[in-house]
T-cell receptor, first 114, second 112 residues
Framework: NAGVMQNPRHLVRRRGQEARLRCSPMKGHSHVYWYRQLPEEGLKFMVYLQKENIIDESGMPKERFSAEFPKEGPSILRIQQVVRGDSAAYFC????????????FGDGTRLSIL | QKEVEQNSGPLSVPEGAIASLNCTYSDRGSQSFFWYRQYSGKSPELIMFIYSNGDKEDGRFTAQLNKASQYVSLLIRDSQPSDSATYLCAVNGYSNTGKLIFGQGTTLQVKP
């Protein structure tokens, strides 16, 4: 499968735990984007990364959320001390290069907080 | 004013008709425009993208862009029940950082 791979597909956490969401971009893609879709709301940009660099994190909440895209391995979106309001679908997208090129989305991770 | 606006619908059309979906945006500096289709519980799927004023056709889909009016549309010809989904308009954000700004989406219902 050459598409954007996200795992896990579903993640259940209790309040106060940590959530780690993983994303491997399409083959040949070096730009990774994370978006969040809250129930009954639109897709909201969170962060844009290239290998070892955060390019734009203007959509990231100031606390508890962090993202990385290491030289080796998938991009990770990390949420510490999760709260009920973090329950959402988290989508990763990738593009091959320049910022104008189309982004292709993974299947998403559905995060549920108990 | 929202950055990207779409009529939430639902837009209901009979099978075989043309569905017209519209989107306006506020940032005059935007240069890239995308249409995604999202079925309930699924991820967004890229349908069309357009960069220049005018029309761009791909099969049953036509994207139209008018930068002067800050308006982009998607036409779906010969609509099928399988086209029933939410259609998301997305615009490349300020300063071309790659950040996509999405509209709320228009729900399309194609009735057999």
């Amino acid at each position: 499968n050459a598409g954007v791979m996200q795992n896990p597909r579903h993640l259940v956490r209790r309040r106060g735990q940590e959530a780690r969401l993983r994303c491997s971009p399409m083959k040949g893609h070096s730009h990774v984007y994370w978006y969040r879709q809250l129930p009954e709301e639109g897709l909201k940009f969170m962060v844009y990364l290239q290998k070892e660099n955060i390019i734009d994190e203007s959509g990231m909440p100031k606390e508890r959320f962090s993202a990385e895209f290491p030289k080796e391995g998938p991009s990770i979106l990390r949420i510490q001390q999760v709260v009920r309001g973090d329950s959402a679908a988290y989508f990763c997208a990738s593009s091959p290069g320049s910022e104008n090129q189309p982004q292709h989305f993974g299947d998403g991770t559905r995060l549920s907080i108990l | 004013q929202k950055e990207v606006e779409q009529n939430s619908g639902p837009l209901s059309v009979p099978e075989g008709a043309i569905a017209s979906l519209n989107c306006t945006y506020s940032d005059r500096g935007s240069q890239s425009f995308f249409w995604y289709r999202q079925y309930s519980g699924k991820s967004p799927e890229l349908i069309m993208f357009i960069y220049s004023n005018g029309d761009k056709e791909d099969g049953r889909f036509t994207a139209q862009l008018n930068k002067a009016s800050q308006y982009v549309s998607l036409l779906i010809r010969d609509s099928q029940p399988s086209d029933s989904a939410t259609y998301l308009c997305a615009v490349n954000g300020y300063s071309n950082t790659g950040k996509l700004i999405f509209g709320q989406g228009t729900t399309l219902q194609v009735k057999p």
